[in-house]
């Protein structure tokens, strides 16, 4: 721990290039970032409840240091990139994280829920692309390169439910495998990142349609995060906690170490998987003196396979053909659209159609057709041809 505080010349990091880099580096820097952040937000909750000072100071060195790592691994992202440029990478990194996560969990209730969100950031990543081409007269290819389809999803319209209903039930701490534990979290910080971004960029477009699409999603990512922390077991204790979340940036640092395509990022990875070993030691023995339990009572007993980026494309077409109606009715998923779901879309939609529809209306007005990028060959659901 005394080694890892960083001079402002170890932090000044190259960016990667937005024209040439691989993509799905691009998607690794966003989830990291997203990582860190949630390290530091929790840190910071658990300072505000913890009276105990010698403890207090462990908690702001090792705080210090996620923030270093924050900056090293944000800052990678260019200047020139564009906020929406930005914003399609975002939603990339949800539908392929997503579907990875999907893809491996074990349990099926939690692999329902993520099942259940992928659709929607997919949805979102259609819309953004649209006004991305309406907006900066580019398109959405140049950035996700092919590598994750652009097209309708469930429609965002049909993703504004009663906030009751965004809740799900949570697993259960001593008898979820170690794997959902970690899933839980690393979603659950992805999702909030995105929050934060929509929250914090939208209202610098001086478009009225971007503004709005920007307040729409940004409403659904609350709705996400609701929907993925609730994922994760409330009886669970602070040291607990902190310990889970260590091991996460460890098995997140290890997995993209191993599948990284540009050496200089690998670089970055393997250095922060080294600092992240400590902090979890660190984790742990506040786990052990504070709740006189061992961690390897909760942990894997080994890592699991690498999170890995890579195409979802059948993975997220199956659904669309098997879940696009699909809603909730407080922890559960349902088909119709209940008595709560109506009343909440008119009160939010006011007899107009939502930014999310007027995006793509006026793409097709002015454009002729909507942005689309279907490498499967068509939409699987009929209705949402172009
Ligand atoms: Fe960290
Ligand atoms: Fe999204
Ligand atoms: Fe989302
Ligand atoms: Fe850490």
């Known amino acids: 721990m005394e080694k890892q505080v960083r001079s402002w010349r170890e932090l000044n990091v190259e960016p990667i290039d937005p024209d040439n880099c691989d ?13 860190e952040v949630e390290a530091v937000m929790f840190s910071h909750h658990l300072n505000r409840v913890c ?44 539908v392929d994280l997503t579907g990875w996560v999907a893809r491996m969990e074990p349990d099926p209730y939690l692999r329902q829920a993520y099942e259940f969100g992928v659709l929607e950031d997919f ?21 996700v390169d092919g590598l994750t389809e652009v097209m309708p999803g469930r429609p965002t ?27 839980a979290l690393t ?5 909030q990142q995105t929050m934060n971004f929509y929250m914090n960029v939208g209202p610098q477009y001086m478009e009225p349609i971007a503004r709005q699409l920007y307040q729409e999603i940004g409403m659904i990512e609350e709705e996400h995060v609701t929907h993925y922390e609730s994922l994760v077991d409330p009886g669970e204790t602070w040291w607990e906690r902190l310990v889970n979340h260590e091991y996460n940036e460890c098995y997140l640092y290890h997995s993209f170490m191993e599948t990284e395509s540009d050496p200089k990022i690998k670089a970055i990875w393997e250095l922060h998987l080294n600092m992240e070993l ?19 009572s909760i942990l894997a007993p080994e890592l699991p396979a690498p999170v890995t980026f890579e195409p979802n494309k059948r993975f997220i077409r199956d659904l669309l053909a098997n879940q696009v109606d699909l809603t909730k009715l407080g922890t559960g998923y349902v088909w119709e659209a209940h008595e709560r779901f109506e009343k909440m879309q008119r009160e ?39």
């Open 348 to 386: 939010l939609m006011g007899g107009r159609p939502p930014a999310s529809e007027e995006v793509i209306t006026e793409h097709r007005d002015r454009m002729g057709g909507d942005y689309r990028m279907e490498t499967e060959g068509p939409h699987p659901i009929d209705r949402l041809r172009q």
């Open 51 to 94: 009276a105990d000072m010698e403890v207090k100071q462990r908690l702001a060195e090792v705080r210090y240091v996620e923030q270093q790592q924050q900056k090293a691994v944000n800052w990678l992202l260019p200047g020139q990139a564009s906020v929406l440029e930005t914003t399609i990478a975002y939603e990339q990194v949800a």
């Open 278 to 296: 400590a902090h979890l030691h660190a984790a742990c023995d506040l786990m052990r003196t504070y709740d006189g339990r061992d961690p390897e």
């Open 123 to 143: 949805d979102h990543l259609y819309r953004y692309a649209n006004l991305f081409e309406m907006i900066e007269h580019r398109k959405a290819e140049e950035i």
């Open 23 to 35: 993509p799905y580096t691009r998607c690794r820097v966003i989830t990291m970032n997203g990582i």
């Open 157 to 183: 319209v049909q993703h504004h439910r009663h906030p009751a209903d965004n809740l799900n039930e949570p697993y259960d701490r001593e008898s979820a495998a170690p794997l959902s534990k970690l899933h």
């Open 187 to 191: 979603i659950m910080a992805a999702e």
